[in-house]
Protein backbone atom coordinates (compact mmCIF):
# COMPACT_ATOMS: atom_id res chain seq x y z
CA UNK A 1 0.00 0.00 0.00
CA UNK A 2 2.85 2.46 0.91
CA UNK A 3 4.31 1.88 -2.91
CA UNK A 4 4.63 5.55 -4.28
CA UNK A 5 3.29 7.20 -1.00
CA UNK A 6 5.70 8.77 0.99
CA UNK A 7 7.13 11.39 -1.58
CA UNK A 8 9.18 13.65 -0.21
CA UNK A 9 11.26 16.81 -1.85
CA UNK A 10 13.14 19.83 -1.23
CA UNK A 11 11.55 22.84 -2.67
CA UNK A 12 13.52 25.86 -3.60
CA UNK A 13 11.75 29.23 -3.16
CA UNK A 14 13.38 31.60 -6.07
CA UNK A 15 14.13 34.46 -4.30
CA UNK A 16 16.05 37.42 -7.01
CA UNK A 17 17.03 40.61 -6.34
CA UNK A 18 18.42 43.42 -8.96
CA UNK A 19 22.00 44.25 -9.04
CA UNK A 20 23.17 48.07 -10.07
CA UNK A 21 26.22 47.14 -12.76
CA UNK A 22 26.41 44.70 -14.81
CA UNK A 23 29.64 43.56 -14.39
CA UNK A 24 28.12 42.12 -10.76
CA UNK A 25 26.43 39.69 -12.20
CA UNK A 26 27.18 36.50 -14.58
CA UNK A 27 24.04 37.54 -16.26
CA UNK A 28 25.60 39.75 -18.24
CA UNK A 29 29.48 38.00 -18.95
CA UNK A 30 27.50 34.60 -20.36
CA UNK A 31 26.64 35.78 -22.84
CA UNK A 32 27.67 37.54 -26.52
CA UNK A 33 31.28 37.70 -26.84
CA UNK A 34 31.51 37.81 -22.97
CA UNK A 35 31.05 34.48 -23.35
CA UNK A 36 33.02 33.70 -25.71
CA UNK A 37 36.15 35.79 -23.37
CA UNK A 38 35.03 33.41 -20.36
CA UNK A 39 35.29 30.50 -22.42
CA UNK A 40 39.17 31.58 -23.61
CA UNK A 41 39.63 32.23 -19.74
CA UNK A 42 39.05 28.59 -19.36
CA UNK A 43 40.77 27.41 -21.60
CA UNK A 44 43.89 29.57 -20.71
CA UNK A 45 44.24 29.54 -16.97
CA UNK A 46 41.16 27.37 -15.67
CA UNK A 47 39.40 30.52 -14.35
CA UNK A 48 36.27 32.51 -14.70
CA UNK A 49 32.48 31.89 -14.65
CA UNK A 50 33.30 28.18 -16.30
CA UNK A 51 35.46 27.17 -13.15
CA UNK A 52 32.38 27.93 -10.75
CA UNK A 53 30.01 25.49 -9.39
CA UNK A 54 26.44 25.90 -10.38
CA UNK A 55 25.42 27.57 -6.71
CA UNK A 56 28.40 30.27 -5.99
CA UNK A 57 27.67 29.94 -2.05
CA UNK A 58 25.51 27.66 0.32
CA UNK A 59 24.60 28.40 3.78
CA UNK A 60 22.82 26.23 6.37
CA UNK A 61 21.14 28.43 8.92
CA UNK A 62 18.12 28.06 11.73
CA UNK A 63 15.36 29.55 11.19
CA UNK A 64 15.49 29.52 15.14
CA UNK A 65 18.49 30.35 17.45
CA UNK A 66 17.02 27.36 20.47
CA UNK A 67 17.14 24.75 17.29
CA UNK A 68 20.23 22.25 18.14
CA UNK A 69 20.42 22.07 13.85
CA UNK A 70 19.94 23.66 11.09
CA UNK A 71 16.76 23.41 9.51
CA UNK A 72 17.16 25.68 6.34
CA UNK A 73 19.71 25.71 3.30
CA UNK A 74 20.66 28.62 1.08
CA UNK A 75 21.60 28.33 -1.91
CA UNK A 76 23.23 32.01 -3.27
CA UNK A 77 24.03 33.09 -6.87
CA UNK A 78 25.65 36.17 -8.77
CA UNK A 79 22.92 35.13 -11.54
CA UNK A 80 19.30 35.36 -11.75
CA UNK A 81 17.03 33.63 -14.43
CA UNK A 82 14.28 34.33 -16.25
CA UNK A 83 11.45 33.35 -14.33
CA UNK A 84 8.64 33.90 -16.67
CA UNK A 85 10.49 31.42 -19.17
CA UNK A 86 11.22 28.86 -16.21
CA UNK A 87 7.70 29.09 -15.26
CA UNK A 88 6.26 28.04 -18.73
CA UNK A 89 9.15 26.00 -20.10
CA UNK A 90 10.82 25.00 -17.25
CA UNK A 91 14.21 26.44 -19.08
CA UNK A 92 17.11 28.07 -17.18
CA UNK A 93 17.66 30.94 -19.27
CA UNK A 94 19.45 34.21 -17.38
CA UNK A 95 17.71 37.32 -17.68
CA UNK A 96 19.22 40.13 -19.44
CA UNK A 97 19.60 42.54 -16.58
CA UNK A 98 21.91 41.97 -13.84
CA UNK A 99 20.70 39.51 -10.72
CA UNK A 100 21.22 37.34 -8.11
CA UNK A 101 19.32 35.18 -6.39
CA UNK A 102 19.44 34.01 -3.09
CA UNK A 103 16.87 30.32 -3.23
CA UNK A 104 16.05 28.79 0.25
CA UNK A 105 14.83 25.25 0.96
CA UNK A 106 13.17 23.72 3.86
CA UNK A 107 15.46 20.94 4.78
CA UNK A 108 12.89 18.59 6.48
CA UNK A 109 9.62 19.20 4.96
CA UNK A 110 6.49 17.18 6.60
CA UNK A 111 4.27 17.72 3.45
CA UNK A 112 4.01 14.46 1.59
CA UNK A 113 3.66 13.26 -2.51
CA UNK A 114 2.74 10.48 -4.47
CA UNK A 115 4.10 8.97 -7.13
CA UNK A 116 2.14 6.30 -9.31
CA UNK A 117 2.00 4.61 -13.05
CA UNK A 118 -0.93 5.50 -14.95
CA UNK A 119 -0.56 2.94 -17.35
CA UNK A 120 1.13 -0.59 -17.68
CA UNK A 121 3.22 1.09 -20.81
CA UNK A 122 6.41 2.13 -19.07
CA UNK A 123 6.49 4.84 -21.59
CA UNK A 124 3.43 6.45 -20.24
CA UNK A 125 4.63 9.63 -17.89
CA UNK A 126 3.80 8.65 -14.38
CA UNK A 127 1.50 10.93 -12.24
CA UNK A 128 3.59 13.02 -9.61
CA UNK A 129 2.17 15.00 -6.82
CA UNK A 130 4.56 17.09 -5.23
CA UNK A 131 2.03 18.36 -2.72
CA UNK A 132 4.69 21.09 -1.97
CA UNK A 133 3.20 23.26 1.17
CA UNK A 134 0.45 20.88 2.24
CA UNK A 135 1.53 20.76 5.84
CA UNK A 136 0.67 23.70 7.88
CA UNK A 137 4.40 23.74 9.57
CA UNK A 138 5.90 24.18 5.86
CA UNK A 139 3.60 26.55 4.86
CA UNK A 140 5.14 28.66 8.03
CA UNK A 141 8.64 27.61 7.40
CA UNK A 142 8.19 28.89 3.81
CA UNK A 143 7.11 32.18 4.92
CA UNK A 144 10.12 32.67 7.63
CA UNK A 145 12.35 31.60 5.23
CA UNK A 146 11.56 34.52 2.91
CA UNK A 147 11.84 36.68 5.70
CA UNK A 148 15.56 35.46 6.42
CA UNK A 149 16.30 36.32 2.60
CA UNK A 150 14.97 39.56 3.21
CA UNK A 151 17.37 40.28 6.19
CA UNK A 152 20.39 39.05 4.30
CA UNK A 153 19.36 41.33 1.48
CA UNK A 154 18.99 44.43 4.15
CA UNK A 155 22.81 44.14 4.99
CA UNK A 156 25.21 47.27 4.88
CA UNK A 157 27.81 44.53 2.96
CA UNK A 158 25.28 44.59 -0.07
CA UNK A 159 24.39 48.16 -0.12
CA UNK A 160 26.91 48.94 -2.91
CA UNK A 161 25.76 45.92 -4.98
CA UNK A 162 21.74 46.16 -4.54
CA UNK A 163 19.55 48.20 -7.03
CA UNK A 164 16.70 48.78 -5.11
CA UNK A 165 15.53 48.23 -1.48
CA UNK A 166 12.39 46.21 -2.03
CA UNK A 167 11.43 42.84 -2.93
CA UNK A 168 9.07 40.69 -4.30
CA UNK A 169 7.68 39.03 -1.13
CA UNK A 170 4.94 40.93 0.06
CA UNK A 171 4.02 42.50 3.33
CA UNK A 172 1.75 39.84 4.99
CA UNK A 173 2.39 36.45 5.79
CA UNK A 174 -0.45 35.68 3.03
CA UNK A 175 1.06 37.20 0.59
CA UNK A 176 4.43 35.50 1.12
CA UNK A 177 2.99 32.24 1.37
CA UNK A 178 1.28 32.79 -2.08
CA UNK A 179 4.77 34.65 -3.47
CA UNK A 180 6.29 31.25 -2.32
CA UNK A 181 3.56 28.65 -3.92
CA UNK A 182 4.31 30.52 -7.15
CA UNK A 183 8.35 31.04 -7.25
CA UNK A 184 9.00 27.43 -6.00
CA UNK A 185 10.87 24.40 -8.10
CA UNK A 186 12.19 21.52 -6.83
CA UNK A 187 15.81 21.17 -5.97
CA UNK A 188 15.80 17.45 -7.42
CA UNK A 189 15.50 15.56 -4.17
CA UNK A 190 12.96 13.22 -3.96
CA UNK A 191 12.93 10.49 -2.34
CA UNK A 192 10.99 8.05 -0.13
CA UNK A 193 8.37 6.34 -1.89
CA UNK A 194 9.42 2.95 -1.83
CA UNK A 195 10.62 3.72 2.03
CA UNK A 196 12.69 1.02 3.72
CA UNK A 197 11.55 0.04 7.44
CA UNK A 198 9.37 -2.04 9.66
CA UNK A 199 6.39 -4.08 8.01
CA UNK A 200 4.05 -1.10 7.26
CA UNK A 201 6.68 -0.32 4.44
CA UNK A 202 7.13 -1.78 1.91
CA UNK A 203 11.50 -2.40 1.50
CA UNK A 204 13.26 -4.32 4.35
CA UNK A 205 16.17 -2.77 6.01
CA UNK A 206 17.87 -5.16 3.89
CA UNK A 207 16.85 -3.17 0.62
CA UNK A 208 14.52 -6.02 -0.34
CA UNK A 209 10.88 -5.83 -1.28
CA UNK A 210 8.25 -7.45 0.79
CA UNK A 211 6.68 -10.14 -1.03
CA UNK A 212 8.92 -10.29 -3.96
CA UNK A 213 11.71 -12.62 -4.48
CA UNK A 214 14.88 -11.64 -5.91
CA UNK A 215 14.32 -7.86 -6.01
CA UNK A 216 16.12 -5.30 -3.86
CA UNK A 217 15.29 -1.40 -4.52
CA UNK A 218 18.83 0.55 -4.18
CA UNK A 219 18.71 4.38 -4.63
CA UNK A 220 16.86 7.09 -2.67
CA UNK A 221 13.61 6.17 -3.05
CA UNK A 222 14.29 3.80 -0.16
CA UNK A 223 14.65 6.38 2.71
CA UNK A 224 11.99 6.72 5.32
CA UNK A 225 13.02 10.44 5.58
CA UNK A 226 14.47 13.30 3.48
CA UNK A 227 18.02 13.74 4.56
CA UNK A 228 18.83 17.33 5.84
CA UNK A 229 20.37 18.68 2.61
CA UNK A 230 21.71 17.18 -0.69
CA UNK A 231 20.75 13.67 -1.23
CA UNK A 232 23.79 13.10 -3.16
CA UNK A 233 26.10 11.53 -0.76
CA UNK A 234 23.75 9.76 0.98
CA UNK A 235 22.40 7.87 -1.81
CA UNK A 236 25.89 6.94 -2.88
CA UNK A 237 25.98 5.57 0.48
CA UNK A 238 22.84 3.24 -0.15
CA UNK A 239 24.31 1.77 -3.28
CA UNK A 240 27.54 1.21 -1.56
CA UNK A 241 25.84 -0.73 1.23
CA UNK A 242 23.67 -2.13 -1.37
CA UNK A 243 25.90 -3.16 -3.19
CA UNK A 244 27.49 -5.21 -0.54
CA UNK A 245 24.56 -7.08 0.47
CA UNK A 246 23.85 -8.38 -3.35
CA UNK A 247 27.49 -9.86 -3.53
CA UNK A 248 26.91 -11.09 -0.20
CA UNK A 249 24.09 -12.88 -1.03
CA UNK A 250 25.89 -13.88 -4.46
CA UNK A 251 28.01 -16.12 -2.50
CA UNK A 252 26.08 -18.09 0.23
CA UNK A 253 24.11 -19.19 -2.72
CA UNK A 254 27.27 -20.15 -4.67
CA UNK A 255 28.21 -21.81 -1.55
CA UNK A 256 25.22 -23.67 -1.71
Known amino acids: PMVGENMQDHVMIGCQARLKEDWHSINHRATGLNLIKEIAKYGISKTGILSMAVAHGCAFVKSRKELEHPDVQIHMMAASMDLKVLATTQALQLEKEPGLASNPCQLRPESRGSIHARSPDGMV ?48 DEAMLGY ?70 AKVAEAA
Open 125 to 172: APKIVPNYFADPIDQAMAVTELKIIREIWRQPALEPYMANKGDPFGET
Open 180 to 249: ARMASATVYHPVGTVAMGDERYPVTPDLKVRGVEGLRVIDASVFPKITSGNTNAPTIMIAEKGAEMVLAD
